[in-house]
């Protein structure tokens, strides 16, 4: 048994002194005063946390598994569609190395739970792609879900109908680079999804790592493959986890192909259900919120991506009035590209606040809270099991230095869950323990070592830049004609019942 004696513990929006947590296994099993120490026969480990604020875990809910930002790989912030031609230029990567990367970054940010969206490394190999991060999961000792990724659709450009145009429009130099023979990303269609999913969850799944449907985003994913994943994410009782509406292209494109509405449309799919998590979720009409609140859909807020790719701001404010679930998530693309996920939420509830005094009310912190903790859990579809400081829960737990938050002073009519939400940073973070075990603590990591991590990281980053056979001068041209394409298409969603929340409010 392990006790935990901090000043402070997170139970529920309360935060209170004079307790200890004791740890069984993977749980908690109680919280007693402090001066309480158990009796089973075995005499506990007892850690002194003076000083700290012991609290959930976060819970990331939507990256990709990538310890290496694009910055660092020589990628400029640019508009999604630009950012998404330009990785052209960089050959596939090792799928571990950069997992593991990731896992450090996180543990020390006091990340304890992930899900890692679609991620195509472009091997050739899905499978050993996605063996890759998985096994890097499990040695770092993270809960992760992995997700398994499709797509079939819009490879260039979207909506997919006007792909054969754009490509027919190309020079014949830069055509030629779309007729040679391609081999898939992903598993392939909806039956080889399946079966690969089988297979990881037999071969792959542990205690802490396990797998769900993550088509890559419905321009990518036609209605067929969309609803036959739907079908088998239903069927294994797992999470349907994707990207949309992330761009204005992106809702001009699913304009066109579903003008009735983004979720009216995947719910006719049956894709829609609290099962189903959307990442981004900028461009959402009005319809769709109530759609997503009345389903119990989770939209992952990532705003510090959203800003760097010129995507927009979700109006978040709106979706919480409305009652949806709302979850935070960096996609490895936080606003100062260092997965600091306090950060992170601390910009999406800035970007909330309103102008107008009949504007929706700004996030509460227990809102706050919840997006980082127990609606993250649900979005991983583990609600009652991870996200709280509660016995029967498992101990996913962090320690909070208040020493910088609270500073000099600190006035107590200001509740501390504001100034923890206020100030925090991952630099406050001083353990990080998963599943009973102590991960990270005072910035030493306990069973990894990320200097060599590091180190591996960068040597493969130095092996696969400029492929060969990869013309950087084409690349950018076809940046340019992807650019000219939607500046072709771009229209203002600002009539009609295709018009999102996100273009009406005045500060977006």
């Given at each position: 048994m392990i006790v935990l004696k901090p000043d402070a513990v997170l139970l529920g929006t309360e935060v209170v002194t004079g307790r200890s947590m004791h740890i069984e296994d993977d749980a908690i099993v109680a919280i007693e005063p402090s001066s309480k120490i158990p009796s089973n026969g075995k005499l506990p480990e007892i850690i002194d946390l003076p000083g700290q604020l012991v609290m959930p875990g976060l819970i990331n809910a939507h990256q990709h598994g990538k310890g290496l930002s694009t910055l660092q790989l020589g990628f400029p912030d640019e508009p999604l569609e630009a950012w998404l031609a330009r990785k052209r230029l960089r050959a596939p990567m090792n799928p571990h190395l950069m997992t593991l990367l990731a896992t450090v970054r996180m543990l020390a940010s006091g990340v304890t739970s992930t899900i890692q969206a679609n991620t195509p490394y472009g091997t050739g190999d899905y499978r050993a792609e996605i063996r890759g991060s998985a096994s890097a999961y499990d040695k770092a000792g993270i809960r992760a879900i992995v997700g398994l990724g499709a797509m079939d659709r819009a490879e260039i450009v979207y909506p997919a109908t006007a792909q054969p145009a754009f490509v027919q429009g190309l020079p014949d130099h830069l055509r030629a680079l779309f007729s040679r023979p391609r081999f898939e990303v992903y598993a392939g269609d909806a039956d080889a999804t399946a079966s690969m999913f089988a297979e990881c969850q037999e071969t792959l799944a542990s205690p802490l790592v396990s797998f769900c449907y993550a088509p890559a985003g419905p321009q990518w994913v036609s209605d067929g493959l969309m609803e036959a994943l739907a079908d088998a994410s239903r069927e294994a009782n797992v999470p349907l986890h994707m990207h949309g509406l992330e761009s204005l292209s992106q809702a001009n494109a699913l304009r066109e192909a579903y003008p009735e509405g983004f979720l009216k449309h995947l719910s006719k799919l049956g894709a829609v259900s609290d099962r189903l998590a959307v990442a981004h979720a900028v461009w959402l009409i009005p319809e769709d919120i109530?759609?997503?609140?009345?389903?119990?859909?989770?939209?992952?807020?990532?705003?510090?991506?959203n800003l760097r790719l010129h995507a927009g701001i979700a109006p978040i404010a709106y979706y919480l009035d409305r009652g949806v679930t709302v979850a935070i998530g960096?996609?490895?693309?936080?606003?100062?590209?260092?997965?600091d996920l306090f950060s992170e939420l601390r910009l999406a509830a800035r970007l909330a606040y309103s102008p107008y005094w009949d504007g929706p009310p700004s996030p509460s912190s227990s809102q706050l809270l919840a997006m980082i903790t127990e609606n993250g859990a649900a979005a991983m579809m583990q609600r009652g099991k991870i996200g709280r400081v509660s016995p029967g829960y498992k101990a996913d737990l962090i320690g909070i230095s208040l020493d910088r938050i609270c500073g000099a002073y600190?006035?107590?009519?200001?509740?501390?869950?504001?100034?923890?939400?206020?100030?925090?940073?991952?630099?406050?973070?001083?353990?990080?323990m998963v599943n009973g075990e102590m991960l990270y603590r005072n910035g030493s990591f306990l069973k990894l070592s990320p200097e060599q991590i590091a180190r591996d990281a960068a040597e493969n980053a130095r092996m696969t830049r400029h492929p060969p056979g990869v013309n950087i001068e084409q690349v950018e041209e076809l940046i340019t004609h992807v650019t000219e394409f939607y500046r072709k298409r771009h229209q203002r969603l600002t009539t009609g019942p295709w018009s999102p929340v996100a273009e009406n409010v005045g500060w977006s």
């Amino acid at each position: 048994m392990i006790v935990l004696k901090p000043d402070a513990v997170l139970l529920g929006t309360e935060v209170v002194t004079g307790r200890s947590m004791h740890i069984e296994d993977d749980a908690i099993v109680a919280i007693e005063p402090s001066s309480k120490i158990p009796s089973n026969g075995k005499l506990p480990e007892i850690i002194d946390l003076p000083g700290q604020l012991v609290m959930p875990g976060l819970i990331n809910a939507h990256q990709h598994g990538k310890g290496l930002s694009t910055l660092q790989l020589g990628f400029p912030d640019e508009p999604l569609e630009a950012w998404l031609a330009r990785k052209r230029l960089r050959a596939p990567m090792n799928p571990h190395l950069m997992t593991l990367l990731a896992t450090v970054r996180m543990l020390a940010s006091g990340v304890t739970s992930t899900i890692q969206a679609n991620t195509p490394y472009g091997t050739g190999d899905y499978r050993a792609e996605i063996r890759g991060s998985a096994s890097a999961y499990d040695k770092a000792g993270i809960r992760a879900i992995v997700g398994l990724g499709a797509m079939d659709r819009a490879e260039i450009v979207y909506p997919a109908t006007a792909q054969p145009a754009f490509v027919q429009g190309l020079p014949d130099h830069l055509r030629a680079l779309f007729s040679r023979p391609r081999f898939e990303v992903y598993a392939g269609d909806a039956d080889a999804t399946a079966s690969m999913f089988a297979e990881c969850q037999e071969t792959l799944a542990s205690p802490l790592v396990s797998f769900c449907y993550a088509p890559a985003g419905p321009q990518w994913v036609s209605d067929g493959l969309m609803e036959a994943l739907a079908d088998a994410s239903r069927e294994a009782n797992v999470p349907l986890h994707m990207h949309g509406l992330e761009s204005l292209s992106q809702a001009n494109a699913l304009r066109e192909a579903y003008p009735e509405g983004f979720l009216k449309h995947l719910s006719k799919l049956g894709a829609v259900s609290d099962r189903l998590a959307v990442a981004h979720a900028v461009w959402l009409i009005p319809e769709d919120i109530e759609i997503a609140s009345a389903a119990g859909v989770v939209l992952v807020r990532n705003p510090g991506s959203n800003l760097r790719l010129h995507a927009g701001i979700a109006p978040i404010a709106y979706y919480l009035d409305r009652g949806v679930t709302v979850a935070i998530g960096s996609d490895n693309t936080t606003l100062s590209d260092d997965e600091d996920l306090f950060s992170e939420l601390r910009l999406a509830a800035r970007l909330a606040y309103s102008p107008y005094w009949d504007g929706p009310p700004s996030p509460s912190s227990s809102q706050l809270l919840a997006m980082i903790t127990e609606n993250g859990a649900a979005a991983m579809m583990q609600r009652g099991k991870i996200g709280r400081v509660s016995p029967g829960y498992k101990a996913d737990l962090i320690g909070i230095s208040l020493d910088r938050i609270c500073g000099a002073y600190w006035d107590d009519d200001l509740p501390l869950l504001d100034a923890l939400f206020a100030r925090a940073h991952r630099t406050d973070v001083t353990f990080t323990m998963v599943n009973g075990e102590m991960l990270y603590r005072n910035g030493s990591f306990l069973k990894l070592s990320p200097e060599q991590i590091a180190r591996d990281a960068a040597e493969n980053a130095r092996m696969t830049r400029h492929p060969p056979g990869v013309n950087i001068e084409q690349v950018e041209e076809l940046i340019t004609h992807v650019t000219e394409f939607y500046r072709k298409r771009h229209q203002r969603l600002t009539t009609g019942p295709w018009s999102p929340v996100a273009e009406n409010v005045g500060w977006s």
